[in-house]
């Protein structure tokens, strides 16, 4: 029989514990909970310290108590209305429910968790703990542990998933399989270490260039985050599209995402041992700015910019290099694979089932890539696409030649110490700048992706160079 005493007494320990969370251990924020917190904060046992929601109907966590601002912009993302997304697709199971709700997944607990050993709807959606982690001790005495995110995907042994990636892998999202594909996955040790590399090459050092103040588990971190998902994405606040921290719906290179990083030494730089090899140059060239402009050549700085430059592709780089499409069944027409363009690749090569391999070295046949990127709402076919790319190509190639071949007989040695290629004598030659354009033009190893960033400025570059080396030095190829 349930005694009244014990009654009380259960609600005086509630009414102590709420005052203790809730009275004193506030942060300076007001509260979107207004006037009326909500009380029961205390778990079930077996959630494995994780408490949700304190009010699952407003969607209202248990941390919103004390964090007002990641409570408000948290509510704006998918991740508050994952469960709802899940439940009105018709196709829920039970195996679907812990990436669309509080679990073990994409947090430090490695035993079922929340959801998984309660079924309570407190852990509906995927909410703050989903990422920090269990926050019973935390909330209990903000000051003892707090519960930091981390922002590593990948364990040191490359293949076990971590964190974002816990959830978001398989066939129907596989954007940490892709990622591990591309370059934004690898850390170029030396340029982690070096502080004038670091803001680029370096997870850690790109936050802190952008702003990002917050604590996280590896920011004081010996070893370098590579360009991972929350360098890119902010895990709460949905200002802009996908969550990015900078748009990619914009043509301005001074706002865009990917020009962040994506424009060191677009124009030769005399006082560098290295300032005759451009550096991730692609944000100035497509708008025109990148390369040495012979004088008096009549090519001049911005005055050309290719639709891919202008607002006829009102996403920039993204509408080609991060471009999603379906892989089907070539015979049953069955779903295979949903590839999320976060290879980063504009024209990645397939694999036989037609999914991107992460190979840079196929061919450039129709069936060899996937053309979805230059295709939508631009170039009205993959032949198009891929018949333009061979045209531009077939232009461009031959000018390198020639060029490179002129730039021979001025300085057998090219860029070696000596002659009139020199990157270490400060004094500026018309052959060097020369160079940089050769440079431009093939840099990524090839021409494709210079000829595409800028189809006009490059070739007209190329020219002009061409012709200011003839006439500068008085050569001519036999
Ligand atoms: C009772 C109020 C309260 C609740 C509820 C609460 N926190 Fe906190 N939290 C704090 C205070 C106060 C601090 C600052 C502690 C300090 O600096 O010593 C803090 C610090 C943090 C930090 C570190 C921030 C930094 O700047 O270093 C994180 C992350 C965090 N809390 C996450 C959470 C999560 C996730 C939850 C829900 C599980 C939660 N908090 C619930 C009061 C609270
Ligand atoms: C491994 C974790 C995981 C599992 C298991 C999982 N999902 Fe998801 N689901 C995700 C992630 C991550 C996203 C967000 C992906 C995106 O934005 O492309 C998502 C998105 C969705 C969406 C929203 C798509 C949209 O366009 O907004 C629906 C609906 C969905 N999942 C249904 C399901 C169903 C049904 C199942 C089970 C058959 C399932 N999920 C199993 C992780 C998972
Ligand atoms: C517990 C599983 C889980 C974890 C952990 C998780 N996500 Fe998600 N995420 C989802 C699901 C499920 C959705 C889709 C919700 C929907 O559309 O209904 C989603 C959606 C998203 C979206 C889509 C936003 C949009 O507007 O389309 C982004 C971006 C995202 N997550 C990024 C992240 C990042 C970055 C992390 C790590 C900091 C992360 N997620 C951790 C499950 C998770
Ligand atoms: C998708 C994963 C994810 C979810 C969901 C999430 N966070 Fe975070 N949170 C992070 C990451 C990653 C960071 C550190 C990097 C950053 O700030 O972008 C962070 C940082 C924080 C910080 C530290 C801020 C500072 O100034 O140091 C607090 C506090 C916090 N989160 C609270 C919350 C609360 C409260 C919620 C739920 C309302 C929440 N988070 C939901 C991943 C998440
Ligand atoms: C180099 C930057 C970058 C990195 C790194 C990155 N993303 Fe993205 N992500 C993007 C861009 C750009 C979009 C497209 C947003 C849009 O379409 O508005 C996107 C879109 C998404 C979406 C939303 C897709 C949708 O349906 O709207 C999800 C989910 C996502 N990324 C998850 C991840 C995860 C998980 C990781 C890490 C494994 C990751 N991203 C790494 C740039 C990045
Ligand atoms: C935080 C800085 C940063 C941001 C933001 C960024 N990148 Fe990168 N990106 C890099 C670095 C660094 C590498 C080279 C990594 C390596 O080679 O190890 C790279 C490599 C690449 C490559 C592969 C080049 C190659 O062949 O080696 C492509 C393509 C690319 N990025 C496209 C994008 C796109 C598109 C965006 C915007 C959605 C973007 N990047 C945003 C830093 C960034
Ligand atoms: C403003 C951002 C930024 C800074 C600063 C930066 N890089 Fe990079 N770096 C990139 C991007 C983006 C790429 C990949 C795109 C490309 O190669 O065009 C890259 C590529 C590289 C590569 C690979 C080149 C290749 O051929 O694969 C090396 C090596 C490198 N950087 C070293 C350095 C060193 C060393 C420093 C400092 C002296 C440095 N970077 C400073 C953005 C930067
Ligand atoms: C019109 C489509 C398109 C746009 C817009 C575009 N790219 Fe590319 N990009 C390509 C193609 C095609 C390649 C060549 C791919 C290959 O060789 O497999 C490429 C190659 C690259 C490479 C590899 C280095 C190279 O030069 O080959 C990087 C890095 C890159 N792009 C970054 C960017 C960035 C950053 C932006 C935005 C400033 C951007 N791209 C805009 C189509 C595009």
Redesign the pocket.
């Known amino acids: 029989m349930t005694d009244s005493r014990s009654v009380r007494a259960v609600l005086f320990t509630s009414l102590v514990l709420f005052t203790a969370m809730f009275g004193t251990a506030c942060l300076d924020q007001e509260s979107v909970y207004g006037d009326d917190r909500p009380a029961s904060t205390v778990p079930p046992t077996a959630s494995q310290g994780m408490i949700g929601y304190v009010n699952a109907e407003q969607g209202l966590t248990v941390c919103g108590n004390c964090h007002a601002q990641p409570q408000a912009q948290w509510s704006g993302t998918k991740h508050a209305g994952a469960w709802e997304g899940l439940q009105e697709s018709g196709h829920a199971q039970e195996f679907c429910e812990s990436c669309h709700a509080v679990s073990q997944l994409g947090n430090a607990n490695s035993v079922p968790s929340g959801w998984e050993t309660t079924g309570d709807p407190r852990y509906l959606d995927v909410q703050c703990e989903s990422c920090h982690g269990p926050g019973a001790e935390h909330v209990a005495d903000p000051e003892a542990v707090q519960p930091y995110a981390a922002l590593s995907v990948l364990a040191a042994d490359g293949t076990t998933y971590l964190n974002c990636a816990e959830c978001h892998n398989g066939t129907h999202h596989p954007f940490v399989e892709q990622w591990s594909l591309s370059g934004h996955s690898q850390v170029i040790g030396f340029a982690a270490e070096r502080a004038e590399c670091a803001g680029c090459h370096r997870g850690q050092a790109t936050l802190l260039e952008w702003g990002v103040r917050s604590d996280y588990v590896e920011r004081d971190s010996e070893e370098p985050l590579p360009v991972v998902c929350s360098v890119c994405h902010s895990a709460h606040d949905a200002t802009f599209a996908g969550q990015l921290r900078f748009p990619v719906e914009t043509t301005s ?1 001074g706002l ?1 995402l ?2 962040r990083c ?1 424009n060191r030494r677009p124009i030769p730089d005399p006082n560098s041992s290295h300032g005759l090899a451009p550096h ?1 140059p ?2 100035e ?2 708008k025109g700015e990148a390369g040495w402009f012979p004088p008096g050549s009549g090519v001049a700085p911005g005055s050309i910019i290719t639709s ?2 202008s607002e006829a ?1 009102p996403r ?2 993204a ?3 991060v471009e999603p499409f379906t892989v089907t069944n070539t015979e049953t027409g069955d779903f295979e694979f949903q590839a999320v363009g976060h290879t980063f ?3 990645p ?1 397939l694999d036989e089932d037609g999914i991107p391999s992460g190979a ?1 070295d196929c061919g450039t046949d129709l069936a060899d ?1 996937s053309w979805s ?2 295709t939508g709402e631009c170039h009205g076919s993959a032949e198009q696409a891929q018949g333009l ?1 061979t045209f531009k190509v077939n232009q461009v190639e031959p000018l390198t030649e020639e060029l490179i071949a002129l730039l021979e007989i001025v300085d057998p040695n090219l860029d070696e110490e000596g002659g009139e290629i020199d990157p270490t004598d400060p004094s500026f030659t018309v052959a060097e700048g020369a160079f940089f354009n050769y440079n431009l033009a093939t ?4 021409v ?3 000829a ?2 800028n189809p006009q400025l490059i070739p007209a570059l190329l020219e002009a160079s061409i012709e200011a080396v003839e006439d500068e030095y008085e050569v001519a190829l036999p």
């Not at 840099?443 to 090839?446: L, R, T, V, Y």
Request: aromatic share 0%.
């Open positions: 290179i865009h990917c020009a994506h991730s692609e944000s060239l497509i891919h430059g592709n920039l780089c509408t080609c290099h690749q504009a024209i090569c840079t890539r990127g230059c790319l840099h990524g190893g090839d494709k992706g210079s595409i960033h």
